[in-house]
Each structure stands twice: as C-alpha cells, then as structure tokens.
C-alpha cells in the first residue's frame, strides 16, 4: 500500500499497488540498441539486464520491451515467428527469466511488445497456408481472396500498405502457378491475421497465458486498432491513405467495432491473473485514431488500461496547440476512469530535439531546449508516461545515415528516405570517446549493427552521469520529485492565466507548472525559486524555451 494526497481534496488517501500503471513512467528499450553483451553489434536481453541498475537509478518504474521472439527480422522483430520463445539473436528463455527475476529485485515493471494484428510470413501458420491450398482451414486464419480481372491478375481490392506499394501479394500455389492473393498492410513478410476466425483469439490468448505464467507484468499491444478489417473488403475512396501518412487512416482496414470485444476478452485474462495475487497486469495499446474520443473508447472500464495518446507528440512546438491536446485528453480520456498515457518520442519517430529543432537556427541549442522544457512538461501531467531509450541523454535523430546501412522496410520498399526510422534506432552510447562507446563488446573491432556518429561521444551516458547539466540529471530530479510529491502523478490539473505563448497549470496542492513556448523571457506564474527548471532560471522570470516547477500556495484563479 501507498499514500497519496488527493488531487482535489488534498486529504491522503490509500491505494493499493496494485494500481501501479494509473502514474506509472515506462522506459521503452529498443532491445537491439540498447546493450550488446556478445559483441555481434546487436543489443540483447542479457545486455537489458545488465542496463537495469542504470535503469533504477534513472527512477523509471518499469520497461517495455520491443520484441525479441523468433523473427526473419524484416521489420526488426515486429514480423514474428513463433510468439512464445526468444530468437537465439537476444538469447533464450533461460536469460529471460534472468531479467525477469533481477527487474523483480528490484522492482522495476516489465512490459513485453505482443504483436497481434500481424505475424511473420515464416510463422509456421502461414507456410502451411501456402502449402494447404485455396479454401483450406490453415487458409482461414489470414485474408486470402481471389483476384480480379481476368484469371485474377490484379489485386482483390485497391488497398495499400503503411509502408508503401499495394496491400496484397499473389501466391505461387503449389503445383506452381498463379494463386490466390494474401493481405498484408505493411509488408508482404507481414499477412494480416483473420480475427474472424476464433482459432486465432484463442491462440494468443495461449500465448498471453505463456509469458504472464513467466511473471510479466503486461504487455504493449502493437496496432490495437488493427486487427479487424471490413468483412466485404471493399475499395478505399483513398486507397494511398496509410502510405502517404504512415498511419492507420482506412477506416475499412483500422478501427472496426469488433475489436473492442478482444480488448474486453484480454482484460478478463488480466484481471483472472490479478484476482489471483492481487498485482494488477497491464495492458497498454497502441492506438490511433482521429479524436481523443474515439481514443477513449479504447479505455474504457473493461477493455485496456491505457492507450498511448499522441497527440502531443505530433503537436507544433505552441502553446496553444499543447494546451488544446491536453484538455481534450484530460476531458474524454480520464472520463473513463483511465489516465492518459503520455508519450514525446518513440522508435517510429523523429527524436524529439530534432523534431523540436528549426533548420534555421541549427546548432542554436534550440531543439535541445525545446525537448528539455517538453520532458518537464510531460512528467508534470496527471496520468502515466513512456521514455523512448536515448531521449534522457537528448540523442539527436541521426540523419545522414549512408543508403547502403538502412534497414527500415520502408526504404526498401518505396526507395525513399521520407520518414524512416533508423534515425531514431541508432545505438546507445555508454563510455569513450569513439564507437562503440561502450554499447557492444567481447570482440575487438565489433561494430554497432548502425553506424553511431562521431558526435554521439558527447551524449555518452557515463559523461552525461557526470555532469549536473545534462538531460540525464532533469529527468532523474523530475522522476524524482514526481515519485515523492503528491501533487504529481495521477489526478486533476488546473489552468493558470498566462501570457501570450506561456502554458501554466497548477497540480494538486500548488505544484505549479509553466512552459515558455517563445524565445523572449517573460514573468513567471510564481515569484519565487524553482523547484526544478530545464534550464537556468531566476526567481520571477521565465526564460524562453524554458519549462520550471514550483510549489507555492498562492496562484491566480
């Protein structure tokens, strides 16, 4: 059990920890880039492990894991062969229960990426699809249909994939020629599951069952929106729509009703395993779709606990524009009784001090300042927050990575470089002045699986550790005092009358919280000290591009 104050009343109140997710801030590891403890250039689940002292200390109160199952590795692991075992390239079920029982030591949470909407097109299921022929069993549990025009040459709708070219790839049957068509709405490694056929809820409900017995503690569930597809299939009256956005945009292949009726089935899994020791699992998804309310039927009382809200991610560096996404969150997300699940950055998107930076003014420090204000803003909100690996060192996105080391599937397919993501993927720099730094060993001259620049020496974690200024040191002092201050955390927040281009808000029992979105100082809401600021600020100015917290007992209505 724990105490916190209430938001509104100011009265303690008990909660059980069971209730752990409602405030929780999740590490996500990109587990390839992470660590290497075996010196093939690749982050591994022993690698996980041994970041997890570091991890502690950073103060987060969990991690999630991108996948690490059996996988060809077209798209890094997110095309997965076999769901309920560890691919030899990140060890083995024996090093998970390692990691698992050193995070239970010390009490860091674990999340594993479970990825439902698609599989591998080396799944065992599908190679027996291929094998067993139109209108068979196997066949039944993916979306394979007949071609159109003449002897069925062109694809059975015109969809397209997120990752460019069409949405569908003809089979060679086996007595060799031309066959049915299966969909796929990224890549053709990747065929869509039919949750329409219950052979397929039922086994990743095994596969739920098989790592919560192992002692997980949830799991992020990737395209929670997906999963169902129109019945019919029919044309899209934009058919390039998830191509040209990189996002679930069709509504006849996201967003189906039907869908809720999993999240509703994999909650009841959850809350047996939570009747049974009383630690609640949680389930958090990746949802997207166009309104915070649609949003917020995804979190509804019985279906996923929270859903990644990315809003703010996408929003323009305005105070305007953050002040808009945080209200319509705060109104028709907590609604449900959920929390808003905030995120800044993730391994699909550009870091956030480029993101946040200006071509104009590179060099400046601005996109630094920008992300370092927009971390301080984010802890400050009522709810739960993810922090992308690398964004507490203020990792730049890498941009000029050379074609020929690219891997990202969307290069592959479409030839462009428009938002890939190896940029953001690009491994962590631990020690030293040259790459490595520190992120692989055991084989002298092992190199990272992508190249780190020269530059990445001055974000290295020992140097950042060592230095009182860095990005590390403001989300340590933020994690901190968001763990031991009871107006953070879960619950309410109130607006403050601001300047032009300033976001104010009170939490709780006067933790007050202000961004400076300009470039100019201005007054601060509070005359006093910061509590803590992310960057230098004197008492009664904010400077720009600055976000600070104070406790005072007296703000403006």
Request: glycine share 10%; hydrophobic share 35%; proline share 8%.
């Amino acid at each position: 059990m724990h105490n916190r104050r209430h938001a509104q009343t100011g009265q303690r109140v008990t909660l059980n920890t069971h209730r752990w997710w409602r405030d929780a801030v999740i590490y996500q590891v990109y587990v390839r880039s992470f660590l290497d403890s075996t010196g093939d250039g690749i982050g591994d689940l022993a690698g996980v492990r041994a970041g997890l002292p570091y991890l502690k200390k950073l103060g987060v109160d969990g991690i999630w894991l991108s996948p690490f199952y059996p996988s060809p590795q077209h798209d890094h692991g997110y095309d997965v062969a076999d769901y309920c075992d560890v691919d030899p390239l990140f060890g083995d079920l024996a090093e998970f229960d390692l990691l698992m029982t050193d995070a239970r030591r010390l009490g860091v949470k674990v999340l594993l990426d479970i990825v439902p909407n698609h599989c591998s097109s080396d799944h065992p299921w599908f190679r027996e699809a291929l094998d067993a022929g139109t209108g068979s069993r196997a066949r039944a549990r993916f979306h394979f249909a007949e071609g159109r025009g003449p002897d069925g040459v062109e694809p059975p709708n015109n969809w397209h994939a997120m990752f460019g070219g069409p949405a569908w790839t003809r089979t060679t049957e086996p007595d060799g020629t031309p066959g049915q068509w299966y969909l796929h709405m990224f890549t053709p490694e990747q065929p869509d599951l039919n949750w329409r056929n219950p052979e397929v809820g039922a086994h990743f409900e095994h596969v739920l069952r098989f790592w919560l017995d192992r002692g997980v503690d949830g799991f992020r569930i990737d395209v929670a929106a997906g999963l169902f597809k129109h019945p019919d299939l029919p044309d899209s009256p934009d058919p390039e729509a998830d191509a040209r956005t990189r996002d679930s945009v069709n509504p006849l292949a996201w967003n189906q009703p039907e869908v809720h009726d999993v999240w509703r089935h994999w909650r009841s899994v959850c809350e047996e395993y939570t009747a049974r020791d009383g630690h609640e699992r949680l389930l958090v998804g990746e949802v997207s779709v166009p309104t915070a309310r649609e949003h917020a039927e995804y979190v509804r009382h019985d279906e996923l606990h929270q859903a990644f809200f990315f809003d703010l991610l996408s929003a323009p560096w305005n105070a305007d524009a953050f002040r808009k996404v945080v209200s319509e969150a705060m109104q028709d997300i907590v609604g449900t009784g959920s929390t808003v699940t905030w995120v800044l950055n993730n391994h699909d998107q550009v870091r956030t001090v480029t993101r946040y930076g200006e071509p104009t003014t590179e060099g400046s420090g601005l996109g630094a300042a920008r992300a370092r204000a927009a971390a301080l803003l984010m802890l400050a909100l009522p709810g739960a927050a993810y922090i992308y690996q690398g964004e507490e060192l203020g990792l730049p996105e890498v941009v000029d990575l050379p074609d020929d080391v690219l891997t990202d599937p969307i290069y592959r397919r479409t030839g462009s470089r428009a938002r890939i993501r190896d940029g953001c993927r690009v491994p962590l720099p631990w020690s030293g002045a040259a790459s490595p730094f520190g992120f692989t060993s055991g084989v002298e001259g092992a190199k990272p699986w992508l190249p780190q620049p020269a530059y990445f020496a001055e974000y290295a974690t020992d140097r950042a550790l060592a230095d009182t200024r860095s990005f590390w040191h403001l989300y340590r002092d933020g994690l901190q005092l968001r763990a031991g201050l009871p107006q953070l955390g879960e619950g309410t927040l109130r607006w403050l009358e601001t300047p032009p281009g300033v976001l104010g808000f009170v939490r709780g029992d006067g933790l007050v919280c202000a961004v400076n979105f300009g470039t100019a100082p201005t007054s601060a809401p509070v005359s006093g000290t910061p509590l803590l600021s992310s960057g230098p600020c004197a008492p009664g100015v904010l400077p720009g591009s600055t976000a600070a917290w104070w406790i005072s007992d007296c703000t403006n209505p």
